[in-house]
């Protein structure tokens, strides 16, 4: 028997606006697809709301309440971008919540510097709105990824040196608690909640319009991409270190293991960017070229085009998985043996499972200062400590590797953290847990169990908010009431 009953669900389609939808698995607008396939589950019902009233009357209908007294409860989730690595913006026949489709209007305030933004909105609508007005958002690197996502869980991109996490430049959020009430969170209305919401995931509310702060941003940029077989990675490494206890907070890079794009061989590429003049920027990356790069590919480009340049990482409709830790910032950079640790951990383990070829492992070296001045107690986002992102990204094209490929992610990752706390001094390590690593939706148990680990000292402040606003547990099942 359906988990949707028929009268019910009339009901919500005469009380839904006229943009609105809701589809069944049989209908021609029904879609479940995600970033990655083994991220899709078949949804009873999806939602595609386009006001604020059209989530409420979802909600509504979820929990069974009035007029649609003849649904029995459904368990749902929201969607926005529908890049959750770990499926939680998919629901197994429950009620899928999409907000991408109708509520991804952005608008600017040139004047106030600040953009609003709809809950389903990805970054790249962003970028592109803003830079019409010289503006630009603190933005993703990979800007095909959902503006929810990534900024309720901190959110790093190329300009966090400059102007703080994502969370650090949301100015308000709109929002819908389960019980129905439609709230503003910002630092003078619903101050715990804006606090909550600010790097504690999406545990507790639907955020259906998100504020930013907006800044000051030249028209183009320098960016520079040198790739290096493996024989120079010592040497390189090296040479950011001596980079990174002199660079400016305008200097970021990334370093990527990754296989070559002509010739199927592991190599490393070095993503430098310099948010200013390209003759400086050239003037400044120069010591990496004369390393002797096998690939050297220099542009002039705009910071919205910058965000595309990564987007091939996580490119769609394949299966994928995302894991990741931090790794702190030291006097001393980053241990040489720790990167020639990772890159054989990597190199081994797509050699094991030739279908996870695309796979690759990226290093975020943005610079920390402006993100880590911020008191670890003033948003949720507890880890402040200057620190750097490491981060699997692990894909595969047989379908048949999708039973094994969460172990043998798992054990990826699991080897190069235990790889990082034999490289850094035990005090100088992170505790605090990387968000895709304490969000399995299909795990609820292991999930609960690590999020005193991710939240560290914030985490009894968090469980309050989470009884206050969604006592019942109905959204981001990680985090208990």
């Known amino acids: 028997m359906s988990a949707i009953d028929s009268s019910a669900l009339a009901t919500l389609r005469a009380t839904l606006s006229a943009s609105a939808a809701a589809h069944l698995p049989s209908d021609p607008g029904y879609s479940v697809e995600r970033w990655a396939l083994n991220c899709e589950k078949q949804a009873a019902l999806v939602v595609c709301p386009a006001t604020v009233d059209d989530v409420l009357q979802a909600l509504s209908f979820a ?34 919540i999409d907000l991408q489709p109708k509520m991804c209007d952005v608008r600017v305030d040139p004047t106030a510097k600040l953009v609003y933004v709809g809950g389903g909105c990805i970054w790249e609508q962003v970028d592109e ?48 608690t389960v019980s129905g009430e439609t709230l503003t969170a910002s630092d003078s209305e619903n101050t715990d909640l804006f606090w909550a919401l600010r790097g504690g995931g999406g545990n507790f509310v639907i955020v259906t319009e998100f504020v930013f702060k907006l800044h000051e941003q030249r028209a183009d940029l320098y960016t520079s991409v040198l790739v290096f077989p493996p024989p120079k990675l010592e040497l390189v490494v090296t040479e950011i270190n001596a980079w990174l206890a002199e660079r400016t907070s305008e200097e970021n890079a990334m370093c990527i293991f ?43 480009i705009s910071y919205a085009r910058l965000n595309t340049a990564q987007n091939e990482h996580t490119a769609s409709r394949g299966f994928g998985h995302v894991r990741g830790t931090y790794i702190p910032k030291t006097a001393n950079g980053i241990p040489v043996a720790f990167a020639t640790g990772v890159f054989s951990l990597w190199s081994r383990f797509i050699g094991r499972y030739p279908t996870a070829e695309p796979s690759k492992v990226i290093f975020e070296l ?4 402006k993100w880590s001045s911020v008191t670890s107690d003033a948003t949720a ?12 990204t692990i894909r595969w ?36 847990g990387y968000p895709e690593d304490t969000n399995d939706p299909n795990n609820y148990a292991a999930s609960q169990e690590l999020m005193p680990q991710r939240f560290g000292s914030n985490y009894a402040r968090l469980v309050d908010v989470k009884r206050k606003y969604d006592p019942k547990g109905l959204i981001g099942k990680g985090l208990v009431a």
């Open 63 to 96: 929990e069974g309440r009035a007029p649609f007294q003849s649904q029995k409860p459904l368990s749902f989730t929201v969607k926005g971008g529908g890049f959750s690595a770990s499926g939680a913006s998919s629901c197994d026949g429950g009620l899928v």
């Open 129 to 176: 709105a803003v830079a019409k007005h010289g503006l630009a958002a603190v933005s993703a690197a990979i800007n095909q990824v959902g503006v929810g996502g990534s900024t309720l869980d901190g959110g790093t991109g190329w300009l966090v040196g400059q102007h703080g996490l994502m969370i650090d430049n949301l100015a308000q959020a709109k929002i819908v």
């Open 258 to 300: 990754t296989l070559g794009k002509t010739v199927k061989m592991p190599v490393f590429v070095l993503h430098l960017v310099y948010n200013g003049d390209s003759a400086e920027g050239a003037k400044r990356f120069e010591r990496f070229v004369k390393l002797g790069p096998v690939v050297n590919q220099t542009e002039t």
């Open 366 to 369: 943005y610079h920390s200062d």
């Open 381 to 392: 986002f507890v880890n402040r400590r200057p620190r750097f992102n490491v981060f699997e």
């Open 397 to 432: 094209t047989d379908p048949s590797f999708t039973a094994q490929a969460a172990d043998a992610t798992n054990e990826l990752a699991r080897a190069i953290t235990k790889l990082s706390k034999e490289q850094f001094a035990q005090d100088a390590s992170l505790t605090e």
